[in-house]
């Protein structure tokens, strides 16, 4: 993931470099507790005006029927995956053609040099697509330890207007990474010897805190120019979540500590009071400041990450370039708006993704990314796609 502080931070996140510090959650984002060539296909159709719905495929003249459930320790043909005849094959293949080429052994190099030719060669087909994975992959579910479902959130890149000079609302240094981070202090004392010529940019004060949980994000300035802050360095504290602490402070109701709640509360009372309440969390990133090429931030990978297709993983459990074939259903979830059925890469890791069958979903950019991925906190099951020689 990238720099993400627990969970969410991502495209790139920031325990780890975005390019693996987009990947604090969203879901971090929201609770503060704790390209793009075509989407994973949520079950249920996206709300009106939504982009990025799946592209329309249509099944041979005999479909399969939809398989039963997959045993764990069963190593399975592609085919039998639940939801695989719904699949947007087509878009997955393209999204695993500019994935693949992370993979360190043989065998996923050797498939992904087949996928790459196949690629070049051919006006590849959806049927085309999905008899290269069938052909070249079995699946293998992944386990939790007492064998329950794991956990699926999301993260974004967020887009935050910015200014070259300071102002009265937008007076929060975005700060270049100094000579020896894990020396800086905590936040309050970054701050308090903050030095204005040495600032990148100035935002306001609780969408720097967001986006430093976020570990990345695009910048608007005020001449309409346009560039990405990138995850450069943290300070090694630990995450400290906020909400809990405003709650049990009486500043937000128990159950009214959403990330649009903080983030008011924090506009609201902009100055030392919201300051004091930031200062609870100890970790502080820094920044460089990147051209913005209007594409999608790089994960911990290296690549782009792609819209829909691409998650943020457990490095201890998964490697880089793997193909994944996520089952996450909604249910009942408050707030959900789909649930989630599809191939993606591994190409991201963040701080608070920890265990087998734990993955985040990056979502895209701006704020409808945002807005869905905050409502993604689904029970999750997993496949590893393995390679054939």
């Known amino acids: 993931m990238s720099a993400r502080a627990g969970g969410a931070q991502r495209p790139g996140r920031a325990a780890a470099p975005i390019a693996s510090t987009l990947t604090v959650l969203t879901l971090t984002a929201l609770t503060l507790a704790a390209c793009s060539t075509g989407p994973m296909t949520p079950t249920v159709p996206p709300a009106t005006g939504q982009t990025g719905g799946p592209v329309p495929y249509t099944p041979p003249p005999s479909p399969l029927p939809e398989p039963g459930p997959v045993r764990p320790g069963d190593a399975v043909s592609p085919a039998v995956l639940p939801g695989w005849n719904d699949e947007d094959h087509l878009a997955a293949f393209r999204a695993y053609v500019d994935g693949c080429g992370v993979a360190r052994e043989a065998v996923a190099r050797a498939v992904c040099g087949r996928a790459k030719a196949l690629a070049a060669t051919t006006t590849v087909t959806p049927s085309d697509a999905r008899a290269f994975f069938e052909a070249s992959f079995s699946a293998e579910p992944v386990a939790t330890a007492d064998g329950r479902p794991g956990l699926l959130t999301a993260y974004f890149a967020p887009e935050y207007p910015a200014r070259r000079r300071p102002d009265a609302e937008f007076s929060a240094p975005v700060l270049p990474r100094p000579a020896d981070p894990r020396s800086a202090g905590d936040r309050a004392a970054i701050e308090a010897r903050a030095r204005p010529d040495q600032a990148l940019a100035w935002m306001r004060a609780e969408d720097l805190f967001f986006m430093q949980i976020q570990g990345s994000g695009y910048l608007t300035f005020e001449d309409g120019t346009r560039g990405r802050a990138a995850y450069a360095a943290d300070n090694g504290k630990t995450f400290v979540g906020i909400a809990r602490p405003m709650a049990r402070q009486g500043l937000l109701p128990e159950n009214g500590t959403s990330g649009d709640a903080i983030r008011g509360w924090l506009a609201s009372h902009r100055g030392p009071e919201a300051q004091a309440v930031m200062a609870l969390n100890p970790r502080y990133i820094f920044f460089r400041l990147d051209p913005d090429d209007n594409g999608h931030p790089p994960g911990a990978a290296g690549l782009p990450l792609t819209e829909r297709r691409a998650v943020a993983v457990d490095p201890s459990r998964w490697r880089y370039g793997e193909l994944v074939w996520l089952e996450a259903d909604g249910g009942d979830l408050r707030g959900a708006t789909a649930s ?50």
Not at 342 to 362: E, K, N
């Open 340 to 389: 989630y059925r599809g191939l993606a890469m591994a190409l991201d890791t963040g701080s608070a993704i920890r265990g087998p069958v734990r993955a985040d979903l990056y979502m895209g950019r701006g704020d409808r990314a945002g807005a869905e991925a905050g409502t993604v906190r689904h029970p999750l099951r997993m496949w590893k796609l393995v390679p054939k020689g």
